[in-house]
């Protein structure tokens, strides 16, 4: 079985037509919107408030990953199959990927090996235009904005040097992320500086991904913060009349996407922000669709747990209302040697050593989830490299703070292979789950919510604000925007802002160099060291590897 690629899997597996998915959660047949035989969107009228507080929400996350991912999206399908397995009705719930990593280096979020969802290669690349509609709403406030600049009629007064809003693509392309506009004359615009960003870092998709219907959506966008006048008062994007243009290229775009994995259970997808600069979660709706029809919905949240974890309990749960019952964190073997010391080429040999000194990031991250009153269960992820010894050392070291540690086999085996890490979630939900509490409140001072999360999270000593990001305060405190929520913008690959500090540093402090503001998703962003809104392609992108045939059949996508 291991011989074949992710593509080869999917593509050999029987399909069913999305009907047979949509009956197991009892949804009539004439409300899906069907996008072809294996894909449809749901009506936002499916939600069912009562519902979501009686099922149990699972989120799963992971230990401060290596560059390659330690698996959070291949665990959340394997674990889905693996309840489905014992006997409950569970739905995994997932962000959209995006094609920047697809034909770049990461490849796409569809899971992997035999924990996968389908069809593949249409979840991948287009899927149902999502990402085209964020995409073209954000790109039609850009040209709101650069048209209101030279226009006679209804000017703004917009001061140029200060507006904030970026024009964004779906793709990695370095020459994008430092262009001048409205260069060859009067008629071409008002010539400025100006970037893009990568479609899942546009605040339009931050937006999709708390809104809760489309009156909420609207509003939001609406208050999109664009910059100032040339006598220093706020613009917003409803002061250019946007937001209903927008909502409309929305219009679609807000319902959620039924899907199925492998072994043909419900995979609901919708959304798709990053999570080292937004959320890194799916939308709050297709959440609270999962919860409205199934007994158990799996998701995920970017990266490690003190990003994208800490940012679905900070900020969506506690927007929501949504009551976690337990938290899976992905822990590899492969991971643990490198927090322990491990070079890259050291990360595939056996060394209780690195496993045991790298532990300390794992531990860390479980008395993280525990400060939200929240049990973790962790699955390690199997790898052929991990030894027997080592994985006997993690369960050990897990047992002594109480926590079940399970081996999780879901690329190799699906449902199989996770039926003992599905039984531990359903041990914690039953006897152990709590109700969730946030870190901070919403209503606390900014500077203080900030410190909250570098020093429990993070385990620093401290925040220090750069002259900028001290302004930046007084910008928000003077816009009235302090009762938002924190959006922490900084490298996945350590607690710290420093990616060399490996495993649980400590004895730093966190510089904020500047803190952004997203006023239609009610977050702001603060900046800890320099943050990549538009990826650049690698010598050798994914996308030289591909193939598509005469039949429209694909290969080398992964």
């Known amino acids: 079985m291991a011989h074949l690629s992710d593509i080869e899997i999917a593509q050999s597996n029987p399909i069913k037509h999305i009907k047979h998915i949509a009956k197991n959660l009892e949804i009539d047949e004439d409300d899906l919107e069907l996008y072809g035989k294996y894909k449809a969107k749901l009506p936002l009228k499916l939600i069912n408030e009562k519902a979501i507080h009686q099922n149990n929400l699972i989120l799963v996350t992971a230990l401060t990953p290596t560059p390659a991912g330690e698996g959070k999206t291949t665990v959340s399908i394997g674990l889905t199959e693996g309840l489905n397995k014992v006997g409950k009705k569970a739905t995994v719930v997932l962000r959209e990927p995006s094609l920047g990593p697809v034909f770049g280096i990461k490849g796409g979020a569809a899971g992997g090996g035999y924990s996968q969802v389908i069809p593949m290669e249409d979840i991948n690349l287009h899927f149902t235009g999502d990402f085209n509609a964020v995409e073209k709403a954000n790109n039609l406030l850009a040209a709101l904005i650069d048209n209101n600049l030279q226009s006679k009629v209804n000017n703004l007064n917009i001061d140029p040097r200060t507006i904030l809003w970026k024009r964004v693509i779906d793709m990695n392309d370095r020459a994008l992320r430092d262009i001048t506009i409205g260069l060859g004359g009067t008629a071409n615009g008002i010539p400025r500086q100006d970037s893009f960003n990568i479609t899942p870092a546009s605040e339009i998709m931050a937006i999709l991904c708390m809104s809760k219907d489309r009156n909420d959506l609207k509003e939001r966008l609406g208050a999109i913060f664009i910059g100032f006048t040339f006598d220093k008062k706020p613009i917003f994007a409803r002061d250019l009349k946007a937001e209903n243009a927008m909502a409309i290229l929305l ?20 959304g798709g922000p990053f999570a080292n600069i937004a959320q890194g979660t799916n939308t709050i709706i297709a959440t609270k669709m999962g919860l409205s029809l199934s007994e158990y919905v799996v998701t995920e949240a970017g990266f490690g747990a003190d990003l994208g974890a ?41 060394n209780l050593t690195f496993v045991a000194k790298g532990f300390e990031n794992l531990e860390k991250h479980i008395e993280n989830i525990r400060k939200f009153n929240i049990e973790p269960v962790v699955a390690i992820n199997a790898f052929i490299s991990d030894s027997i010894e080592e994985t006997e050392l993690v369960q050990e070291k897990c047992a002594a703070l109480g926590v079940q540690a399970v081996v999780s086999k879901g690329w190799e085996l699906g449902g199989d292979g996770t039926k003992e890490l599905a039984k531990a979630v359903i041990d914690v939900v039953e006897n152990k789950a709590t109700q969730f509490k946030p870190l901070y409140n919403w209503k606390s001072p900014m500077k203080e919510k900030i410190e909250t999360i570098a020093r429990e999270i993070y385990g620093a000593d401290g925040v ?7 302004l930046n305060l007084r910008r928000i405190d003077r816009l009235g925007f302090n009762d938002f929520a924190v959006c ?33 998703a009610q977050f702001v962003i603060p900046i800890l060291g320099k943050m990549m809104r538009m990826p650049g392609l690698p010598a050798r992108p994914a996308s030289e590897g591909m193939t598509i045939d005469n039949n429209g059949v694909i290969s080398g996508l992964s």
């Open 310 to 350: 800490e940012k679905f309990l900070n900020i969506k749960c506690a927007y929501a209302g949504l009551n976690p019952k337990a938290v899976v964190l992905v822990a590899t073997i492969r991971a643990l040697r490198h927090h322990g010391g491990a070079m890259k080429e050291e990360y595939n040999t056996p």
């Open 464 to 470: 220090v604000f750069d002259k900028k990001a001290l």
């Open 488 to 520: 922490m913008a900084k490298t996945q690959k350590s607690f710290s802002d420093d990616d060399k500090k490996i495993g649980r540093p400590t004895g730093f402090k966190v510089t904020v160099r500047e803190i952004e503001i997203a006023a239609g």
């Open 251 to 270: 219009k679609d775009a807000i319902k959620p996407n039924l899907v199925q994995t492998l072994e043909g259970n419900p995979a609901i997808i919708h």
